[in-house]
C-alpha cells in the first residue's frame, strides 16, 4: 500500500517501523553514539532508532535536538528515515542538515495503521511510504 | 515559494554544497511557515555557542560546517558562551570544558563569524535599522531588535540562523510579515516600575500570554536598559519576540487605536509584589549575579557609583560584553568594581556557563531572565530583588 506525504528531507530508505506515540526531543533524550533512547520513562528507554523508521508525532524540547540529529548520522547511528504527524522546526533542521529522509503529514493516520517491526520504503523524494 | 534566479541557482548548487543545502534548510523551512518567498538579511546573530548547551554533536556539526566551506556572507555574531574566554582559570572551568568552548570558537571564526560573545549585539556593534530584516536566535536580543528598533526578525534556531549567514537570506514569515506584528493584548500599567521592576512585570506577562505581541500603556520614564530587561523576562518566561510599548517603542503609534479593541491586563502594584514573590526561592544569596541581558556601559557606571568606597561579603559578578569592557576599563569602573571585591566577567552568562558545579546554594539576581532560567539550567534557588537590595546583602 502507497501512502503520500509531504517531503521535508529528500531520500530514501527501508527499515522497520519504530513507533513512538508522544513528541520527542532529541537533546538529553538519546545516545547520539548509539541511538538508544536513554529518556526516563520513555516507552522506548532503552532502544535504538539506529536503521529504523522513525515514527513519532512531533519533536519538542531544545533547539539543540537538530545537531543530536546530525551526530546520530555522523556516527551512523541515524535512523533510516523519519515520520511525523507534524515536523516542527528542530526535526526539520536535522533531517536537512543531516540528510536524512523525513516526510510529514502522511494522508492517512500512520501512528494507528502501521505497527512496530512493520517494514516500511520511504521515498521522500516523491513523498510516498510504502507498506 | 518563489525564489529568484540568484536563489535557484545557490539551491541548485552553483555556489557550492554548502550553500545549497543552507538554502534548502531555509526553503523546507519557509515552506513549512507557509512563506511566499525569501528576503534578504542585514544581520544575523547565532545562538548555540556554550559547550554546556550544544555539547559534542553541536561542536562536531560546526566543525563539519566550517571544514565543507561554510562562510558568512552578512555580518555574524554570536551568543555568549560557556566561560571567560580569556580569564576562565578563576572561575572553576575545567581544563576539558575550555579546550571545547575553544574549539567551537575557532570553528566560527573559520566560518568569519565576528566572535562577539554576547546577548547584546546591538550594544556590541551589531545594530540594526528599522524595518530591517533580521536572522537573530538570542531571545532577548530578537525581542529588543523587534521591538526598540523595529527591525524584523524571528526567534531562529541555531542552524538557521547559520543558514542565513551563509545565504544572506532567510524565508519570509512570521516576524517578517507586518500583520503578524500587530498587538493582540493590552498591558495597562498601573505602578510606577524602576530597575528590577521591569523583569518582574515582563516574568509575570510572558508567563500569562505564552506568546502573542503585547502593547503596553502606563510605562512612564525608562530606559533603553529597562525596555532590555522588560523584553528578555517576557522572552524567557514565555515566548514573546516583539512587544510595544506606547510612546516608546517605534511601531506603537501606528496601532494606537486598535488598542481599544484588545483583551486588556492590568498590571498592579500587587502583581508586582506577586512576581517578585513567584521569582524567589530563597533570600540569602551568596553569590548576586548582574548583567542578564549583557549590562552596558552605564549599568556598570551605575553599579560603580554603588560600590565605591565599599567592601562586600559576598560575591558579586558582573556579566558583560568584552566591547562594555574596553569602556568600563577605560572609565576605571572596572577598577572600583574589583576594589569592592566584585568581580567582572565577559563573553557568558550566568545561564549558559557551568554555574551548577560551583558550591552557591542561593543566587541573587535583579534579572527576570535569569530568576526563570537559573533554577532549571544550573540547579539553584534565587533571590530575586532590585539591585539595591542585592548591594545590602552583599555587603552584610
Redesign the interface.
Known sequence: MKIKARS??EGKGKGEAMILREPFGFYGNID?KTGIITEKGNPLEGESIKNKIFIFPNGKG???G???I??LK?NGAAPKAIINRE????V???A??AEIPCLDKPEEDILKMVRDGDVLEVDADRGEIIV | MYLTREEEGMLSGKEGPVVA?CM??LV??GE?YGADRMVKIGSSQA??VSYK??????L??LR?FAKEGARVRVPTFLNPAGMDLRNWKNFGISEKFAKKQKDIIDAFKEMDVITTCSCTPYLSGNLPRYGEHLAWSESSAVAFANSVIGARTNRE????ALAAAVTGRTSNYGLHLEDNRKPDFLIKVETGLKDGDFGALGYLVGKTLKNGVPYFSGIGDCTTDDLKGLGAAMAASGAIALYHVENKTPEAKSYRDETKNLERIEFSVEDLKRSYDELSDCDAPNLITIGCPHASVSEIGFLTRKLEGKKLKKDLWVFTSRAAKVWADEMGYTKIIEESGAKMIFDTCMVVSPLEELDFECIGTNSGKAAKYLPGFCKKKVFFADIDTLIEKGLK
Open positions: 521535508i528531507s547520539p531544545s533547539t539543540v537538530s545537531y543530536v546530525y551526530a555522523k515536523t516542527e522546526t528542530i526539520a533542521t536535522g536537512i542538515l | 543545502k534548502k534548510l523546507r523551512l513549512i545562538a548555540g548547551s550544544i555539547g559534542e554533536p553541536g562536531e556539526f563539519g534556531g541555531g542552524p538557521s
